[in-house]
């Protein structure tokens, strides 16, 4: 029970920490915005001014959120390098924090109880009832899910298929956190049947995307006895916690031997991948990235609008609500027209945005080749199952 207790005090600990420390993709934006580099000044000139009634309404609605803490705003003024140094170490926290935790709660026994309010997921899936707590934990931090999962692959408690499957269903999971963000200021700018709409087809992108891995994962690569091996990697029998024989520090000595090699390798991994991806951030690649994609990706059936909306949806969700508000106010499109050009704009514009911040954790889980795999797979999946919602909406809309 005293361990139990112990775990508990650190996931409520790690839940503050990440309210207070960690930012948001749209905190992300914010703090490139205001660095003087080469990115910085191309997302500041894509910047939308609301013009109309409806896009001043949503730029007021905005301003009523709660202002960041002292610490995002010491951050936010920090030099670049500097400032991706302490995200860095923020990140790397996450990781040794989700990898403890994991292990915390699969030596105390903790995992059963747990488990249970994942049963729906684990069990349609035929999973290990070990990856049911970092489902719970992917509605606050999908860095801290994953880890957990890779400290469970790495003591042989989960196999390959379950843990790349797990990661599939963190990454959708997570979506769940941003999108309460969003719905208010959105709500009283479009009105509330739009929003309905909007936030409606995304739920339901993500719901069916969980529920579809889970089951190709259970009834075609589980047949197939892919990934179906157990990897030990880490100790043998001898490093089970006996609750009965316990003492003085062998519960916490247990955890940290069966995490060691976790956390090792992911640290190597993380770092010189964080490095690369702070780097081509710096030298503009993102947002160069993110100018040029839109006009990849043009949609013949949508309003002449949309070449103006999701470019500005590049930089954050909220810049490209302001544009397709403006062009509301002046009659050129409906609000249903906004709603459908929004959709279209996050399967162009939000999976480059996740690449830039997920891509460093899934490389440090999985490898650098197997990881590119996934992170690039789990966005275009996001994208394929988006894609058919919204097409659904439209069908109806017409």
């Not at 007021?60 to 610490?71: D, G, H, I, N, V």
């Not at 400032?83 to 403890?100: D, F, Q, S």
């Not at 001898?238 to 000595?253: E, I, V």
């Amino acid at each position: 029970m005293r361990q139990l207790v112990l775990i508990l005090i650190s996931a409520a600990l790690l839940t503050c920490a990440a309210n207070t420390l960690a930012a948001t993709p749209s905190q992300h934006s914010a703090i490139v915005a205001t660095a003087t580099t080469p990115s910085a000044q191309v997302e500041k000139s894509r910047r939308a001014t609301p013009e109309g009634q409806t896009g001043k309404t949503l730029a007021a609605e905005r301003k009523k959120r709660p202002t960041s803490s002292a610490y995002t705003r010491w951050k936010r003024h920090l030099p670049y390098w500097p400032r991706k140094g302490v995200m860095l170490a923020e990140l790397l926290a996450y990781i040794i924090i989700g990898v403890l935790i994991g292990q915390a709660l699969e030596v105390s026994g903790c995992v059963r109880w747990l488990s249970v309010l994942t049963l729906p997921l684990t069990g349609l899936g035929r999973l290990s009832r070990e990856a049911g707590p970092a489902f719970l934990m992917a509605f606050q931090s999908g860095a801290v899910a994953n880890s957990m999962l890779a400290s469970h692959r790495d003591t042989g408690q989960i196999s390959n298929r379950e843990l790349y499957t797990s990661i599939y269903v963190v990454s959708a999971l997570s979506l769940f956190a941003h999108l309460p963000t969003f719905i208010v200021p959105i709500g009283l700018a479009f009105g509330w049947e739009a929003t309905a709409a909007l936030f409606g087809v995304r739920v339901v992108a993500i719901i069916a995307q969980i529920v579809v891995t889970l089951l190709v994962s259970r009834l075609i690569v589980l047949r197939l006895g892919i990934g179906e091996q157990h990897e030990v990697r880490v100790v043998d029998e001898t490093d089970a916690y006996q609750p009965r024989h316990r003492k003085r520090g062998t519960f916490w000595a247990t955890v940290w031997k069966r995490s060691r090699f976790t956390l090792t390798r992911l640290i190597v991994y993380l770092i010189p991948t964080f490095v690369v991806m702070a780097g081509l951030e710096y030298y503009g690649a993102f947002a160069w990235l993110a100018q040029e994609m839109p006009g990849l990706f043009t949609f013949d059936f949508l309003p002449v609008q949309s070449l103006v909306v999701i470019p500005a949806q590049a930089l954050s969700l909220y810049n490209g609500a302001i544009a397709a508000a403006n062009f509301i106010d002046s009659g050129a499109i409906t609000t249903q027209q906004a709603v459908i050009i929004i959709l279209f704009g996050s399967m162009v514009t939000a999976p480059l945005r996740t690449l830039r911040h997920a891509l460093p954790t899934y490389v440090a889980i999985l490898g650098p080749r197997p990881g590119l795999i996934m992170a690039v797979s789990a966005q275009v999946l996001r994208m394929m199952f988006l894609l058919v919602c919204t097409l659904g909406l439209m069908s109806f809309w017409s």
